[in-house]
T-cell receptor, first 116, second 110 residues
Framework: EPEVTQTPSHQVTQMGQEVILRCVPISNHLYFYWYRQILGQKVEFLVSFYNNEISEKSEIFDDQFSVERPDGSNFTLKIRSTKLEDSAMYFC??????????????FGPGTRLLVL | RKEVEQDPGPFNVPEGATVAFNCTYSNSASQSFFWYRQDCRKEPKLLMSVYSSGNEDGRFTAQLNRASQYISLLIRDSKLSDSATYLCVVNRGNTGKLIFGQGTTLQVKP
């Protein structure tokens, strides 16, 4: 069964450093997403991406964040200057269409980011 | 007001019990509804979509009441393996943005 993969599974970084989280969406999917989950809190939408453009972003997704599809398979989330409050689990997801009725999004296993 | 609200629990039930979870959503423009399951420190996984007519998948039954903006999940004959957090999720349509509830934790005991 096709699945979304993410690397690394864990990342520890110092405050102020840049991190890049990587995802490989399911191959025939066209819409890609990043969500985050701070420990003990709910899953929160960050950004959606289609046709090499951001479709929608949340208020969390400020200028410190950027997304890119550098080649035909990878989808990345970059945090330019990490803050302590960026510590969270980051999930990548993908879907065939964006927002289709009852459309399923498939989530990757997540990258646990710890900012010290 | 939170856009998707759930009772966080935890619900502690014996094996074989029937348990029901409720969820309310605030945006009447919501179009798609789901229950996801999340095991500890793992990714959310789709349990089932929720349709207006109600739908069943084995021991799981989901109901949607659009007028009351209320979604439910019923689990019959609980198994130890059902222990997890159940996430109520909505989508307003025209965008892929999923809005998650806080989750309801279920612990099934032998």
């Amino acid at each position: 069964e096709p699945e979304v993969t993410q690397t690394p599974s864990h990342q520890v970084t110092q405050m102020g450093q840049e991190v890049i989280l990587r995802c490989v969406p399911i191959s025939n999917h066209l819409y890609f997403y990043w969500y985050r989950q701070i420990l003990g809190q709910k899953v929160e939408f960050l950004v959606s991406f289609y046709n090499n453009e951001i479709s929608e972003k949340s208020e969390i997704f400020d200028d410190q964040f950027s997304v890119e599809r550098p080649d035909g398979s990878n989808f990345t989330l970059k945090i330019r200057s990490t803050k302590l409050e960026d510590s969270a689990m980051y999930f990548c997801a993908s879907s065939t269409y964006g927002g289709g009725y009852q459309e399923t999004q498939y989530f990757g296993p997540g990258t646990r980011l710890l900012v010290l | 007001r939170k856009e998707v609200e759930q009772d966080p629990g935890p619900f502690n039930v014996p094996e074989g019990a029937t348990v029901a979870f409720n969820c309310t959503y605030s945006n009447s423009a919501s179009q798609s509804f789901f229950w996801y399951r999340q095991d500890c420190r793992k990714e959310p996984k789709l349990l089932m979509s929720v349709y207006s007519s109600g739908n069943e998948d084995g021991r799981f039954t989901a109901q949607l009441n659009r007028a009351s903006q209320y979604i439910s999940l019923l689990i019959r004959d609980s198994k130890l393996s059902d222990s997890a957090t159940y996430l109520c999720v909505v989508n307003r349509g025209n965008t892929g943005k999923l809005i998650f509830g806080q989750g309801t934790t279920l612990q099934v005991k032998p």
